[in-house]
């Protein structure tokens, strides 16, 4: 134990034999003392003072001093790391046994340099580790929250989680620290949030960048047999943040990849399972370490390549991506306030008006999150500076009108609904990595041998729903009085825009049926009209994914009535009234409503008739 004295430090030991106190001027590195003999067996600096040996003269008294702990050992002192005492770490568990034995093997190494060495770093390992030490954890609800609404807009379904988590923790003083996943486009605040929870929560923060590890020994760590053996990612982040008990963020836990030294992702599987990582054993340290009281957060863009055992390990929460108002609010709230900060101006010198945000979002960037309007406003920060150095401008303002001065030409434009209605050509909606996004499905028919022809860079999943419309349309086609030898005197053509963009999903069934449909009877299709939905043999409705995204694309691209399988009514209801104002959303369940509702009931005229 060490005591303060005047400008010492006085080390009291309590061993077998006797009391050794010694008297050290400075912290300086010593590695192990035999008190038996009082040896000093390795000693930087000769500024220790024996006292008291064992069977020497008694110790002169010191009244100061208070009671030695018993069974105490001395195993490392050092500037670094204090004075660290076994009893305080190790005792009555098997680190205890563990550790004392690498210290007799390093007592009988001392005249072999790579071999104490390689033992003194796993000693240092060892007593580095926060064994029984955690952070106390912020009982506050009210301060959580407002850290929360205080970093980011938002994230409410992330939010609500971990104030629910604090909630269960205050009433029973315990309870199970939440794994959980946050799934979502790049850009929408995954990484970011995990921060201010742990700012939240006041616990220490860890950040792990699984993107690309491929070695087991990543996650477990090496066998310290082998040569530059360290411990795992996952044993390092608890030693780094010094209590047992962090938030530990797993980042881009979906990009994990595996090779012939192992599946990471098994690897991941006991670090993750609160039932079992209480006792997760690295490799390298060769002792259980207790990963029950870490708070664990992870990331992914997508969940397809998360192998589905570690998948059921994790609570899901879905980021979607950010709507315009949203972005504004961001924008408004973090965005500039920290771009006119970093760029060394002020609210009075640089004003960017609501509108520019709103262009900015539409037509200056294209993503579900909000990277690249970030940088977008960095621009502007940035020209709006040297305006003001160069020409000692007070104010600088930038407004709709003259936004292309600081960004330049539009770089997107949103295909907006049609004017007029038209045969063979349906809005679809589609997901995709940055957000939403409306296709023009167009279908052509001409005679010919009865051929399907799909061209747009289409995937397998879609080619096989343009089959299943065409074989739907075959079935009904007496109801719509389809000549019997049509199919097989006709070639039919569909093709999707953007031929240079791969396009793959069941999403489009729906909509590649209806323009097939369309082309064949040459019945005309609302243009005001997008719709979305797997398509079965039978006519069947499936539902869908990435809806929120959908719609806000069809919103943006002045679509009023959007046709959504019955089935994702629940995910309907759950979407703010700010995605939904402004749409006719139908839910639908047989390719018959779509029809009803899609087709219009005239025909196209032809010249002659």
Known sequence: TLFRSHDKYLLVLNVTFGIAIFTLQDYHTFISIDCKV????????????????????????????????????????????????????????????????????????????????????????????????????????????????????????????????????????????????????????????????AKALKKPYVRISLGGVRDEAEIRGHRKTYVGAMPGRIANGIRQAGVKNPLMLLDEIDKVSTDYKGDTFSALLEVLDSEQNNRFRDHYLEVPVDLSEVTFVTTANSLQTIPRPLLDRMEVIEVSSYTENEKLHIATEHLIPKQLERHGLTKEQLTISKGVIWKIAQNYTKEAGVRQMEREIGNICRKAAREIYEHDKKRVQVTERNIEKYLGKEKYTYQMANAEDEVGIVRGLAWTSVGGD?????????????????????????KESAQAGISYIRSISSKYKVAEDFFEKHDI??????????????????????????????????????????????????????????LLAAKNAGIRTVLVPRENKKDVDELSSEITKGLEIIPVSQMEEVLKIALMRTRRKKDGN
């Not at 005249?111 to 912020?138: C, F, Q």
């Not at 499905?441 to 022809?453: L, Y």
């Not at 061209?455 to 397998?460: C, K, R, S, V, Y």
């Not at 590649?512 to 039978?538: H, N, P, W």
Request: aromatic share 4%.
């Open 438 to 462: 409306t296709l023009q499905i167009e279908v052509n028919v001409m005679p010919g041998k009865g051929e399907i022809i799909l061209t747009g860079q289409l995937g397998n999943v879609m």
């Open 38 to 197: 009082s040896t000093l067996l390795c000693c930087r600096y000769p500024k220790v003072t024996i006292v008291q040996r064992q069977g020497g003269n008694a110790m002169p008294a010191q009244k100061e001093l208070p009671a030695c702990p018993v069974e105490t050992t001395l195993t490392l002192i050092s500037d670094r790391w204090k004075v660290l005492i076994l009893n305080h770490l190790m005792a009555g568990t098997k680190r205890f046994g563990e550790l004392k034995k690498e210290i007799s093997r390093f007592k009988s190494s001392l005249n072999s340099p790579a071999e104490s060495g390689v033992i003194r770093t796993y000693i240092e390992t060892l007593l580095e580790m926060p064994w029984d030490k955690a952070g106390k954890d912020n009982q506050d609800i009210k301060y959580a929250e407002e850290v929360l609404e205080a970093d980011h807009y938002g994230l409410e379904q992330v939010k609500e989680r971990i104030l629910e988590f604090l909630a269960v923790r205050s009433l029973t003083k315990k309870g199970e620290s939440p794994i959980l996943c946050l799934v979502g486009p790049p850009g929408t605040g995954k990484t970011s949030i995990a921060k201010s929870l």
């Open 493 to 550: 053509h569909i093709h999707i825009p953007e031929g240079a963009v791969p396009k793959d999903g069941p999403s489009a069934g729906i909509t590649m049926a209806t323009a097939m449909l369309s082309a064949i009877t040459d019945k005309k299709v609302r243009a005001d009209l997008a719709m979305t939905g797997e398509i079965t043999l039978r006519g069947r409705v499936l539902p869908i994914g990435g809806l929120k995204e959908k």
